[in-house]
């Protein structure tokens, strides 16, 4: 074997050993938090209707008044060794609700009826990026950021009277992107299992929102237990 062919298996070798050690898998859950005054937020009676263009017409609908709901996360991350980085996927469900009482007229009871109104927005949000952390033995403290792939769910909306449901989409969404930056930090309970708490700032639809279509920020705190697969 020539010393090319050496180093090479050695190198070889090596990264496996650092990659052995290294390959982590996360679930978690928490609350995500929806930022800012808007149709998103803003309660299903106020006068901040949204606003959806289509074949060159706009079209108003109610303000959602979505509230803060579970997440739930899934990830991995791939640390290299002999440094302080990291690459980090993820994917995140968000189930977005906002409950109402609305005021309809029953021709039946010949009178006013008071049937709850549910809002709907699922979000299943997809990131790729990067993660700078600091070993202090047991606490391992880190930032992160990721770029963001998000699909939004169209718009539903469901309404109860006398315990008759009815569920229907108002406004089509699809593809949205952006961008989110992290922070938290870590507890090794034993050498291939640790638990992090952190939070997030994601810009969710920064990038191809329709027409008139506001914006959408989130806080999303978590609670992750890490597994290292390989060690």
Do not use: C
């Not at 017409?57 to 791939?78: C, I, R």
């Amino acid at each position: 074997m020539s010393h090319l062919q050496k180093i090479l298996t050695l190198a070889f070798i090596f990264s496996l050993n650092a990659l052995s050690q290294s390959l982590f898998l996360s679930i978690g859950s928490g609350s995500s938090m929806l930022q800012g005054n808007n149709y998103y937020t803003s309660d299903f009676s106020a006068n901040r209707p949204g606003l959806y263009l289509r074949n060159g017409s706009t079209s108003p609908f109610p303000s959602m008044s979505l509230n803060n709901e579970l997440a739930f996360f899934v990830g991995t991350k791939l640390a290299f060794a002999n440094t302080h980085f990291s690459v980090i996927a993820d994917a995140n469900y968000l189930p977005m609700r906002g409950k109402h009482k609305v005021t309809s007229y029953d021709n039946y009871l010949m009178r006013e009826t008071y049937p709850t109104a549910t809002m709907k927005l699922d979000v299943w949000s997809f990131g790729i990026g990067s993660r700078y952390e600091y070993d202090f033995e047991y606490f391992v403290p880190f930032l992160s950021t990721s770029i963001l792939v998000n699909h939004f769910n169209d718009s539903r909306i469901e309404y109860e009277v006398n315990e008759v449901t009815t569920e229907y989409s108002f406004v089509k969404n699809g593809m949205r992107y952006g961008y989110r930056f992290g922070f938290g930090i870590g507890y090794k309970v034993f050498s291939n299992v640790s638990v992090e708490v952190g939070g997030t700032y994601n810009f969710m639809n920064e990038y191809n929102r329709r027409a008139s279509e506001e914006k959408m920020n989130t806080v999303n705190l978590l609670f992750t237990v890490n597994y290292n697969v390989l060690r």
